[in-house]
């Protein structure tokens, strides 16, 4: 017998092994004095791997139950179980063992009962926890008052609902909603009914279940179960029409509806049957139409996104072939042109501005397409909207660039009459550019939008004002931005406007100073003059035989400083 364990404890003695490999090494001997039979060695082997690893609480789980299912001895068991809650008392299943350990041994309640109150003062990962030692604690109580010949005066049912109402005042706000909860109350409804003989009391036990988780839709049929089997046609008749209206989860209400109608079916008369029929079929009714609505809106949805990104990979792989011709840099485009620059730039140039001019569009369009099919169409003026007459229309300046359409409608969910909504995007880009127009039915409710100017909208303050159509037109016919951001925009396209003018000014007064400048190209520069740069020696343009004297390029004015130095 030595020879055969030699190896087994080398392996637990050696120095160099790990702690995770020595509890393997443990648990692999473990496995061996267990196949051969001798209890008494395998309670040693126990012993000494817990002397290695005090609070490894796999090792006392596993500890624990070889006892509970070879050894059974009290004290012996009850012992092991004291050491094991005082190594590791966060583990709520040591605590729950150690209660049903004492009551196999038929410890006295007050020993018992000191064990619990021990165990509540732990600190468990989870409130589940918590839920079995009380519903262990109720278990041991039910069977000593109706197995152990326990009689009033010792034990009796109060103790029980003492329990379950300390079980609910601590466990009810953390499990509101949850299955445990549930499991408790049907225990506790079912002892009030069965042992305590208080029918009231059973349905004071669900009344309050109701209020803490009435959402639940368990919980009514709970209660209506129970009330069936006891024969309570008219109670459990009473409380379908308490939920049937109710919204549940998932297919809940129609479930309790259905589940009304068979009760009637089976229960009672055909005068009851026709009154849950007519009581159940509108709500039915109301049930399905707006499961088609919510199906209706996901439907459309899902499309727009898949149809929203099919456009935007087109798009962002025309921006992508517009950007490589945009990104090359005019001085290359020259270099790596054919023998005639001035010919193929020419034909250059008026390829990219046609393709510019018909990725305009094209932006412009999808732009307008990508809007929700809620929003009407938009006209190429920024603003403008076909069927309608922007007599009730509010203009919503420094938006938050994140905003939709429903975080708008929400904003506006108090005034209420919005119609429709327009955000303007970048035709480019695609993205917002912060401001929106949002149409109302009627003038009351667009005092009332106007009203909220300045409110603080996805952490940003909105501005909101009335806008005004009737503003003058342009020549051409068509109207003047009035609103903030348009005329900074206007603003701003007259200052580039007027800079271009200013330098062409310059361009042409330069030209007549007697200078010889050249403009070459589409990024248009002056050919170098024959100025003495500061630092060096006055240049003379050499001529040769057969050279005429012209202009240089950049690349040979620079060679030629070059070569002087």
Wanted: aromatic fraction near 8%; glycine fraction near 6%; include cysteine.
């Amino acid at each position: 017998m030595c020879n055969a364990r030699a190896h087994l404890e080398e392996q637990i003695s050696r120095q160099d092994l790990s702690d995770s490999e020595k509890f393997q090494q443990y648990m692999i001997y473990l496995k061996y004095e267990q196949s051969s039979g001798d209890p008494g060695r395998v309670q040693l082997l126990y012993e000494r791997a817990i002397t290695d690893f005090p609070v490894s609480s796999d090792l006392w789980l596993d500890y624990t139950q070889y006892l509970d299912k070879t050894l059974k001895v009290g004290n012996v068991v009850r012992d092991v179980y004291s050491r094991a809650t005082k190594n590791c008392p966060w583990v709520g299943e040591l605590w729950v063992r150690s209660l049903l350990s004492l009551e196999r041994s038929r410890a006295s309640e007050e020993e018992i009962s000191t064990v619990f109150e021990k165990s509540l003062l732990c600190a468990f990962s989870t409130f589940e926890e918590y839920l079995d030692l009380f519903l262990t604690r109720i278990d041991g109580l039910r069977r000593r008052i109706l197995f152990s010949g326990e009689v009033e005066g010792v034990l009796d049912y109060s103790l029980i609902r003492e329990t379950f109402q300390r079980a609910s005042d601590y466990l009810s706000e953390q499990m509101k909603n949850t299955d445990g909860l549930l499991r408790l109350y049907a225990y506790w409804a079912h002892l009030e009914q069965s042992m305590g003989k208080d029918m009231v009391s059973a349905r004071g036990v669900w009344e309050r279940l109701l209020k803490i988780s009435g959402a639940m839709l368990e919980a009514w049929q709970s209660y209506i179960s129970m009330e069936i089997e006891l024969g309570h046609i008219n109670e459990a008749r009473s409380i379908y029409k308490r939920c049937y209206s109710k919204r549940f989860t998932g297919t809940g209400s129609e479930d309790i509806c259905h589940a009304w109608l068979r009760f009637e079916r089976e229960y009672g008369t055909l005068e009851d049957f026709d009154h849950s029929v007519q009581k159940v079929t509108p709500r039915l009714e109301e049930l399905q139409l707006f499961r088609s609505q919510q199906e209706s809106k996901s439907l459309p949805e899902s499309a727009d996104q898949k149809e929203h990104s099919v456009k935007k990979t087109g798009r962002e792989k025309r921006k992508s072939d517009l950007n490589i011709s945009y990104e090359q840099s005019p001085a290359k485009r020259q270099k790596n042109a054919p023998q005639k620059p001035k010919k193929v730039h020419d034909k250059e140039k008026q390829q990219v501005q046609n393709l510019a001019e018909e990725n305009e569009g094209r932006e412009t369009k999808q732009t307008v397409e990508e809007q929700p099919k809620e929003q009407p169409i938009k006209d190429a003026v920024p603003g403008r909207t076909k069927g309608f007459t922007d007599e009730c229309t509010a203009f919503l300046s420094n938006i938050n660039l994140k905003a939709t359409y429903e975080d708008l409608r929400r904003f506006f969910s108090d005034v209420g009459g919005v119609s429709s909504i327009r955000i303007l995007h970048d035709k480019f880009t695609g993205k917002s550019r912060g401001l929106a127009y949002v149409d109302f039915i009627d003038d009351e409710h667009l005092a009332a939008a106007v009203a909220k100017n300045k409110q603080m909208f996805l952490g940003k303050k909105l501005s909101i004002a009335r806008s005004n159509p009737k503003q003058r037109k342009d020549s051409s016919g068509e109207r003047a931005p009035t609103e903030q951001a348009q005329s900074h925009q206007q603003t701003g396209n007259a200052g580039t406007s007027a800079s271009k003018e200013s330098s062409i000014e310059t361009s042409k007064q330069s030209r007549g100073r007697g200078d010889s400048v050249q403009l070459k190209g589409k990024n248009t520069f002056a050919v170098p003059r024959n100025v003495r740069p500061l630092g060096f020696p006055a240049i003379k343009p050499k001529t040769e035989e057969g050279e005429d004297l012209k202009p240089k390029s950049n690349d040979e004015f620079r060679k030629m400083f070059i070569k002087k130095d």
